[in-house]
């Protein structure tokens, strides 16, 4: 075909999509850092909380293989940017848990980044109706 050499079935084959495990978790991962900073302030955005309950949150509500290093990291840069204040409380059960709270300037962000989440949803939806 085409000059190649190549049968049509074989080049059907190499142009066929390739969706294996791995590369859906990959585009998850990608995806997943750019809604993750907004999903944790929606969280926190509901009532004072601290990480596990937050990674807890997160997994209910669909976002699995959420790690907790990638929420602590999150945490962590949220606190630094002013968008979280947190406090340290004794706890029963172990050590003193860390809780978290949304500042002003995090509301803020929250809002923006949900207008901007909204618009992208909706621009999207536009196409994948098309």
Partial sequence: MYGTGLSSVTLALLLKPCYCAKQNSVVQTQLLKGVLELAVLAVIARGETYGYEIL?????????????????????????????????????????????????????????????WRGISDALGKLVQS
């Fill in 56 to 116: 807890s949150t997160l997994e209910s509500a669909g976002f699995d293989g959420v790690g907790d290093a990638s929420v602590y990291g999150t945490l962590r840069r949220l606190e630094q940017a002013g968008h979280l204040e947190s406090r340290l409380a004794a706890s029963d059960s172990g050590p003193a848990r860390k809780y978290y709270s949304v500042t002003p300037s995090g509301n803020q962000q929250l809002q923006a980044g949900t207008d901007t």
